[in-house]
């Protein structure tokens, strides 16, 4: 790994430990996805993350150099994964006892609509994709890109189980909140 690299790992690993520890504060479970569901978001969870880090040495096309490996995509990288977990960590204060890594209902769940979930209605997964895609940066194979890509399509999964519990349970109050917010990025999509 280069430096750069190096340091979008230590985010990484040092956002892993807080949401570790953060995960012991967090309401009662009423509801949650199976495990099968569970396993397979996790599958595809580890995989991008696992693409995003490595190198493609004679993979194919996976190891093609999109980008020079430069100190300007390496320091760019490292701004916008530290950027995209900042915006993580703020998700995931304001989100509190209501978080869960499954997809869940919880004891007293609250809609939450302030701080970046004004912005975003997953603005968790907003910063994590963000993360990868500046760890992609700081390395620039075609192989990295796929790692943020994939977690894309793990997370649109994810959150398309968890609009349909917060339809459920909140109702109209959801419905209004997901046409005034879009779902990850925000103002855009």
């Known amino acids: 790994m280069n430096p750069y690299t190096e340091t979008c790992f230590a985010i990484f690993f040092a956002f892993g430990l807080y949401m570790t520890w953060a995960a012991t504060r967090v309401k009662k479970a009423v509801k949650r996805q199976s495990l099968s569901g ?14 995003s880090f490595i190198r493609f040495p004679h993979w194919g096309p996976l190891d093609f150099q999109v980008l020079p490996a430069t100190s300007l995509f390496g320091s760019l990288g490292v701004a916008v994964c530290g950027l995209g977990f900042t915006f993580c960590f703020w998700a995931r204060q304001t989100l509190g006892g209501n978080w ?7 004891k007293g769940h ?3 609509k302030r701080g970046p ?3 975003a209605r997953h603005p968790m997964y907003t910063g994590i994709l963000m993360g990868l895609f500046g760890t992609a940066l700081t390395i620039g194979e075609v192989g990295n890109f796929l790692g943020p890509a994939l977690l894309f399509f793990a997370f649109t999964r994810k959150m398309a189980m968890e609009e349909a519990y917060m339809t459920a349970h909140f109702g109209r109050a959801y419905g209004d909140y997901s046409r005034k917010v879009k779902r990850l990025v925000p103002f855009v999509y």
């Open 38 to 51: 569970r396993a397979v978001h996790l599958a595809m969870l580890y995989s991008g993350f696992f693409m």
């Open 100 to 106: 869960s890594g499954n997809v869940t209902l919880k």
């Open 110 to 112: 609250e809609l939450v």
């Open 117 to 119: 979930y004004a912005l």
